[in-house]
């Protein structure tokens, strides 16, 4: 039978959180209550790699991050407390930034079409005129040619020549950039002379380009934008063999217990994927990062337990949104843009932005991938034309042929009512896009996802501000709030369907922290305080774009108090992924300046407005807070709990959601609550981490109390500002629009219709009889209550 956690933890592991450092934490992680330590990627990568996501060796543990030897301790050590291990895997691309680091990359630098690893990168040879396109200069060749910038040499001596063998034949150096010679072409001594380099380059398997380029010449597969990044064959036998040799290792010899699975779309055949990993791993635990947008169902035969849980966090978040807030906080909206924000309409034009730019190189594959006589009849600037409206119409990460096909027709009529004049073209190639097996169908649907992903997360939700604790992974901030029978429906499906998926509020990925969504949520119970506060904040600092403003000064409140560092390097790159005033690509200095002179403003005369609304909406917030995180961990599924959310954690995009976390203020706390303080629900956040322990410790200990979903009822003038539900032997009881609670005076006769017999708070230890459980009783200390019958 496979092993299931009861919880997870994430962890992040890096040089400076190495698997030693992640080893002395895993007694803490036992007395939390926490069942699987899950790491972030653990395989060799780039150095410096602080994610671990670029892979450049799948075939043994990071050096940095402590090696086999490192693992091997961290697992003994996880062990020894009873934890089980889900570790990362990252199937899908490898980095190449640096290729003397990583063996197969260099190795076809070295010998191109005739490397041993080939067919390990998805490569098209012929657009590339057999040589593999680099577009990493900083200007047009010529130009860096003629500035001495290029240097090739001989062969390094033997002694010098590292055990891949890379410089064996001679190297070719652009500043930090080393790149390996083909065997023979080498020059006689070092020379950065421009007809000798311009000879030596002449005859690579590899052809140097300007990187403005990029989407002209590309011609290999990456992670969304990430030219860095190169996409992996897995698809290949060989490929999958020996890309997980060290991650099955792990498995048979016991050392994890589970894999997480990272943007499978991005493979050529998910669900295959999936059943050939199982076949080789032995049917571990295995869940999958998959993007679900409302409404969209995880495929039913995928060899998974579910997904890491983005579809929960929107389930959740939602039902803490007032609705009553929604038309206040649309007239902030339309006012600062100067028009009505059509969502779907504005993601309809992301999505072709990225398709027209960032995409490009990915469109144009696709164009050579027709039929020719399709290619030839439609004609290569219609076809393309037409591929990138039918790619920003897809309203889906991706289909997963035969399965989906009612996607693309969903697209095409979408496209086509968008496009009169490219509905003729769309109509041709819908069916070449739904053909199952095909090389075409197969590379659209892995472009569906950068599309997506690129243009609304990294695009769309940097500008749709309206209230941006919706913004979030898989999430459509359209969709503005959910009630408690929305709630209590999505729960019930995913304890009939997906038991033993994920649950996440927050994780590497998140735009924003639970706790600040948490309270960024309370602005739809106070819109008119919100306008006003906005109002006053404008008038001291502003970008000058309205929707932007009102991200930022959402930013700087959900945050609060937050490091001027901190604020800075959000503004950067929160302007510049919103490409409205600035972009990566050409930032605007003027613009930026700004972005900037905002922050500094909280810093200074706008300090006083942003303390004074944090003030006003914090216990609110904190409200929100332990209710939601009530709802992740005593509700259906696996919950996950990011490193620190044990306490307030009120982080912004990554990387300030990657900060190191203080373990020993931590462990004191616990130490303290375990001890018997009953923390107050204050700053200290130790009321955050006597719910999490004891909700962690009850599913560890007693997972006979969480079989079951079942939604209880609440009556009374307050009615609808509890969520109730029993699982089993287990009743959480949570606090939603406490603002609103607060004005009407409070719970009053509020009561929850609790199950017979005698029931003690797991929090506070007080006990309430079954039946008729007034709330101002139950709930007198916290907005929540996790109840067992008492013995």
């Known amino acids: 039978m496979t092993r299931v956690p009861r919880s997870t933890y994430r962890l992040q592991v890096r040089e400076a959180f190495d698997l030693d450092a992640a080893a002395d934490v895993t007694g803490y992680l036992r007395d939390l209550g926490v069942s699987w330590a899950y790491l972030s990627p653990i395989l060799q990568a780039a150095a410096g790699s602080e994610h671990g996501y670029d892979v450049v060796d799948p075939t043994r543990v990071d050096e940095s991050r402590g090696g086999a030897e490192g693992l091997a301790r961290f697992s003994a050590a996880a062990r020894a407390r009873d934890l089980g291990i889900l570790v990362d895997i990252v199937p899908n691309h490898q980095g190449v930034a640096a290729p003397a680091e990583n063996p197969w990359w260099a190795d076809v630098l070295t010998h191109g079409e005739g490397s041993a690893h080939a ?108 030219t860095s990044l190169a996409g992996v064959r897995v698809e290949d036998d060989a490929v999958f063999d020996a890309s997980h040799v060290e991650i099955l290792r792990w498995l048979r010899e016991g050392l994890v217990d589970g894999l997480r699975i990272d943007h499978p779309d991005g493979l050529a055949d998910p669900g295959g994927y999936l059943d050939r990993l199982a076949g080789a791993a032995g049917g571990v635990y295995t869940v999958v990062e998959k993007i679900l947008e409302p409404g969209e169902e995880l495929p039913g035969w995928w060899a998974t337990a579910g997904t890491t849980g983005y579809d929960a966090l929107g389930e959740i978040d939602r039902v803490f949104v007032d609705p009553a807030g929604e038309a206040a906080l649309t007239d902030i909206d339309t006012a600062l843009r100067g028009q009505p924000a059509d969502w779907a309409d504005m993601i309809a034009g992301t999505k072709r932005d990225i398709a027209d730019t960032s995409q490009a190189a990915e469109v144009a594959r696709l164009v050579r991938c027709l039929p020719a006589e399709v290619r030839d009849s439609l004609g290569a600037d219609v076809a393309r034309d037409a591929l990138a409206e039918l790619l920003a119409a897809f309203a889906v990460y991706r289909a997963y042929l035969p399965a989906g096909q009612d996607h693309v027709t969903d697209a095409a009529a979408r496209a086509s009512a968008r496009r009169p004049d490219l509905a003729p073209a769309i109509a041709a190639l819908a069916p070449l896009v739904a053909e199952p097996g095909a090389e075409f169908s197969r590379r659209f649907m892995q472009t569906t996802g950068p599309v997506m992903a690129k243009g609304v997360e990294d695009r769309a939700f940097y500008r749709f501000s309206r209230l941006t604790s919706l913004t979030e992974v898989g999430g459509d901030p359209s969709h503005f709030a959910a009630s408690v029978t929305d709630l209590h429906a999505a729960f019930a499906r995913r304890q009939a369907s997906w038991p033993d998926a994920l649950v996440a509020l927050t994780t590497h990925d998140t735009k924003r922290s639970e706790d600040t969504r948490a309270r960024l949520a309370v602005l739809a119970e106070v819109p008119e305080r919100w306008a006003a506060t906005l109002s006053g904040l404008r008038a001291i600092a502003s970008t000058g774009d309205g929707p932007l403003d009102n991200l930022l000064w959402q930013a700087v409140v959900g945050a609060w108090p937050a490091t001027a560092e901190r604020l800075h390097g959000y503004v950067e790159k929160a302007a510049r992924e919103s490409a409205v005033g600035t972009t990566w690509e050409s930032p605007d200095a003027a613009f930026e300046a700004r972005a900037h002179a905002l922050v500094d403003a909280a810093f200074g005369a706008a300090r006083p407005v942003i303390e004074a609304f944090v003030a006003e909406i914090t216990d609110a917030g904190r409200s929100n807070s332990l209710s939601a995180k009530l709802l992740q961990l005593a509700g259906p599924g696996i919950p996950d709990v990011y490193q620190g959310t044990e306490l307030w954690d009120h982080s912004l995009v990554d990387p300030d959601n ?54 209880l009822e609440a009556v009374g003038e307050a009615s609808d500002h509890v969520i109730a539900f029993d699982r089993g032997g287990a009743v959480a009881l949570a606090t939603r629009l406490p603002f609103g609670l607060a004005r009407r005076g409070g719970w009053g006769d509020t009561a929850a219709m609790l199950p017979a017999g005698v029931w003690r708070d797991e929090l506070t230890g007080r006990e309430v009889a079954g039946g008729h459980a007034p709330l101002a009783q139950v709930l007198a200390d916290y907005p929540v209550a996790l109840l067992t019958r008492s013995s």
């Open 658 to 711: 990657r900060r190191l976390v203080d373990y020993a203020v931590r462990r004191e706390l616990l130490a303290r609550i375990d001890g018997g303080w009953q923390p107050p629900l204050d700053e200290s956040g130790a009321a955050k981490l006597l719910l999490v322990s004891r909700a962690l410790r009850l599913r560890r200990d007693r997972p006979d109390l969480f079989t079951r979903y079942t939604p």
């Open 119 to 226: 067919a390990s990168f998805d490569i098209d040879w012929a657009h590339g005129g057999g040589r593999v396109q680099l577009p990493v200069l900083g200007d047009e060749l010529d130009a860096v040619l003629a500035a001495g910038q290029l240097e090739v040499s001989p062969p390094l001596a033997d002694d010098a020549v590292d055990s891949g063998g890379f410089g064996g034949f001679g190297t070719a150096r652009y500043f930090d950039l080393v790149l390996p010679l083909a065997p023979g072409t080498a020059p006689l001594r070092a020379t950065t002379d421009a007809a000798a380099v311009r000879d030596v380059l002449a005859r690579q398997h590899w052809e140097l380009c300007f990187w403005r380029r990029t989407e002209e010449v590309l011609n290999y597969r990456r992670f969304f934008t990430v």
